[in-house]
């Protein structure tokens, strides 16, 4: 074999080196089988020739070939070339003839031919295409080089101009110059590699290659930012560079604009969380009780306003007063604390004024759990005498007063069926709440409230279920409660939900009237007949 083409040749932009047994490309090094570098470099020897297969076999394998070894080999230089059978541009394949060679063969450097005629080392721009050049030379490289570093100087000229208090002409010099020298970067690596019309690609080996790409990217961009600063300076100094708007000072007499908040009304008050002292299960359900219960006697007092139980839970329990005012925006507000030991239930109740933080109120209850509703009225009934200063004069306790009480074991039943209801909706929490208000209607079959939670339990089912059985079991349910109480508004604003969920409107905006007749603070009943005018386009 020709003893230069073993020390190695080019194929376009590939380095051959038969001895070592590899092909180098531009970013990767790729090892070929010995066989099949001998087929190449016999091939290579007769560039533009059809070599017979049987001479290739010969040359690589001697007697010992075969054609599915040759195939074999061909395939591997193929893949190690990225060539194509179909459109070959290395190696054309010639039925029942051979193998040619498509490109001449280049001398290596180290040869000293850096010129031969055809596919020498250095290519014309047309030879090798715009894009390859712009690949070969690193222009694409200094380019996406020159925008990540042009952005980060952008991001620390932002932080720091802006703590340091440096002028805001400072921003768009800085600006203009990285936009400027873009072009420039690219300008600059394109003609780093070119020399007398013709670009030098590989005057150096693959590794001394990519180190000088890299080598030529950093100089480029570095370059190409000193030009680019000098161009912006000496263009302000000549016509100045585009100065960013100064805003208008505030009018002397426009205040600063401030959230506004609602009035805090004399007549206003709140029922935050009880505090659980013992952390059980049972003292919990009595907590969570004793403020429902409040709340729902408050809210039916005439003239008295009551913060809901959804804004107040936003609160911790024993919250700063403060916090309390700014948040719920009531003159007053009631908290305490609960704790079970044995049989013997012990309640700290407190009203406070969100103002000042004074107690108005301070009261101890140590009784036996049995005597939990005559602690739950005396609470109701002391908070509505100590605020009666801010009520109409014909203001009325007993309208917080309930008809009747349940045992107290139904009433657990009943609030563990409320906790039940109160999770998110599914069959199972469904199911859950069902089968407690059930076990409380076991105990005391006129427990309307019990009623009341299965009429809401089957309202807030039916469009997860979807059964329109949920609706005649609501009505039932609803039905039964009021028969019992006709006062629990509560079981009015389900049907009005119910109703207005099912198309019924004039039923609905009967039951949410009826609810707001019982109690004129009910949020979701005024916000029920709301939706009802709107759906309606009712301006009233």
């Known amino acids: 074999m020709n003893p230069d083409l073993l020390e190695g040749f080019y194929l376009n932009n590939l380095r051959v080196e038969p001895r070592k047994g590899k092909i180098t490309g531009r970013l990767r090094s790729l090892r070929l089988a010995p066989r099949a570098m001998d087929v190449l470099v016999c091939l290579a020897r007769h560039p533009g020739e059809v070599v017979s297969r049987d001479t290739l076999i010969t040359e690589a394998w001697g007697e010992g070939g075969s054609s599915e070894a040759l195939s074999h080999a061909v395939t591997q230089i193929r893949n190690t070339l990225d060539d194509r059978k179909d459109h070959p541009e290395y190696i054309e394949t010639l039925p029942r003839q051979g193998y040619r060679l498509l490109v001449r063969p280049a001398a290596s450097p180290e040869s000293g031919d850096e010129h031969p005629s055809t596919g020498g080392l250095q290519l014309s721009i047309h030879e090798t295409g715009l894009l390859e050049n712009l690949k070969q030379r690193g222009v694409l490289e200094t380019g996406l080089a020159y925008l990540v570093f042009g952005w980060l100087i952008l991001q620390v000229a932002d932080i720091l101009f802006d703590q340091l208090h440096v002028p805001a002409w400072a921003g768009t010099f800085v600006t203009v ?48 930012l000193a030009i680019a600063a000098v161009a912006v300076f000496f ?32 007549n206003s008050i709140a029922v935050l969380p009880f505090l659980n002292l013992d952390g059980s299960e049972e003292t919990e359900i009595f907590a969570q009780g004793l403020v429902d219960d409040v709340l729902g006697r408050l809210a039916r007092v005439p003239g008295l306003l009551v913060s809901s139980r959804g804004d107040a839970f936003t609160l911790e329990p024993n919250s700063a007063s403060s916090k309390v005012r700014e948040r719920l925006r009531v003159a007053r507000y009631v908290e305490g604390s609960v704790q079970i ?39 109701t009934e002391l908070t509505v005498a100590n605020v009666r200063v801010a009520l109409p004069a014909d203001t009325q306790a007993e309208a917080t007063i309930s008809p009747s009480d349940p045992s107290l074991d139904a009433y657990v039943r009943y609030r563990q069926g409320v906790d039940a209801s109160r ?33 809401l339990v089957y309202v807030d089912a039916y469009p997860i279920s979807d059964d329109p059985a949920f609706i005649d079991r609501a009505e039932t349910s609803c039905a039964q409660a009021l028969s019992l109480n006709p006062n629990l508004d509560m079981v009015h604003t389900a049907l009005g939900e119910l109703y207005l969920g099912t198309g019924r409107y004039e039923d609905a905006e009967d039951a949410y009237e009826k609810a707001l007749q019982t109690n004129p603070n009910s949020v979701a009943s005024l916000t029920g007949l709301g939706e009802i005018y709107r759906l309606q386009k009712r301006g009233e």
Request: glycine share 4%; hydrophobic share 45%.
């Open 423 to 455: 999770l998110p909706p599914s069959a199972d929490t469904i199911e859950l709440a069902l089968a407690r208000f059930d076990e409380a209607l076991s105990i005391d079959a006129d427990y309307a409230a019990a009623h009341a939670g299965k009429c």
């Open 177 to 224: 110059g990285v936009i400027a020298g873009f072009p420039i970067a690219l300008v600059l690596s394109w003609f780093l590699e070119f020399r007398h019309g013709r670009a030098v690609l590989h005057e150096h080996s693959p590794q001394a290659a990519a180190r000088r790409r890299i080598s030529r990217t950093y100089i480029s961009v570095l370059a190409a």
């Open 235 to 266: 263009y302000d100094r000549n016509y100045g560079l585009p100065v960013p708007p100064t805003e208008a000072p505030a009018p002397a007499t426009a205040a600063a604009v401030e959230r506004v908040l609602p009035p805090v009304l004399d």
């Open 341 to 379: 030991r044995g049989d013997r239930l012990r309640v700290i109740v407190q009203l406070i004024d969100s103002d000042t933080g004074f107690h108005l109120l301070s009261r101890t209850f140590d009784r036996l759990r049995e005597d939990f509703f005559d602690i739950r009225d005396e609470i």
